[in-house]
């Protein structure tokens, strides 16, 4: 099976800074990969799939990008709402496979 | 609007049985797949399967065949997740989301069910 591997598992930013998050495939994907975003008590949400597609309602300060193996997640300029634990999750076969999460916080 | 709207919290006991719901809105639930997917305490996401409720066509993740079972019923537009014997590794937060295919990635999300097993 194909492994998921994402760093940072945290990371602390400020208001405003641009942060980057990173998933890595143990085999290729294609662009086969999407970005959630969770918080606690609230419903999971959509930020990109296809590796670099913004899903609808999203704000344009997040943006993927990657094909193969290697992708990223990228948030322009911080804001306090998007304090959040973000998952990456490849898609291109089963079993399809999360990886470990990223946890932003504000500095 | 589209939604996903998952069963209230549940308390049980190790050996108990369960079966939560997912109940869709918004949208030909038959032409959606549903999936499964597990959030244990403090951890990550894990994909337990998925339905296709027009036809019923059930795929599971190896990690919880046998363990778990998928259902659901397209008259009330409701997906089931259910387990016959509960242990106290299944307690987590259980979320249902919908999928365009099989092997897809989740659009829409319910709000999670957690399911605490505990003697």
């Known amino acids: 099976d194909i492994q998921m591997t994402q760093s940072p598992s945290s990371l602390s930013a400020s208001v405003g800074d641009r942060v980057t998050i990173t998933c890595r495939a143990s085999q290729g994907i294609s662009n086969y990969l999407a970005w959630y975003q969770l918080k606690p008590g609230k419903v999971p949400k959509l930020l990109i799939y296809s590796a670099s597609t913004l899903q609808s309602g999203v704000p344009s300060r997040f943006s993927g990008s990657g094909s193969g193996t290697d992708f990223t997640l990228t948030i322009s300029s911080l804001q306090p709402e998007d304090v959040a634990t973000y998952y990456c999750l490849k898609y291109n076969s089963g079993p399809l496979t999360f990886g470990g999460g990223t946890k932003v916080e504000i500095k | 609007e589209v939604q996903l709207v998952q069963s209230g919290a549940e308390v049980k006991k190790p050996g108990e049985s369960l079966k939560i719901s997912c109940e869709a809105s918004?949208?030909?639930?038959?032409?959606?797949?549903i999936g499964w997917v597990r959030q244990m305490p403090g951890k990550g996401l894990e994909w337990m399967g998925v339905?296709?409720?027009?036809?019923?066509?059930?795929r599971y993740s190896p990690s919880f065949q046998g363990r778990v079972t998928i259902s659901a019923d397209k008259s009330i537009s409701a997906a089931y997740l259910q387990w016959s014997s509960l242990k106290a590794s299944d307690t987590a937060i259980y979320y249902c989301?919908?999928?365009?295919?099989?092997?897809?990635?989740?659009?829409?999300w319910g709000q999670g069910t957690m399911v605490t097993v505990s003697s």
């Open positions: 989301a919908r999928l365009e295919g099989p092997i897809d990635a989740f659009d829409i």
């Open positions: 918004g949208y030909k639930f038959t032409s959606y797949w």
């Open positions: 339905i296709y409720p027009g036809d019923s066509d059930t």
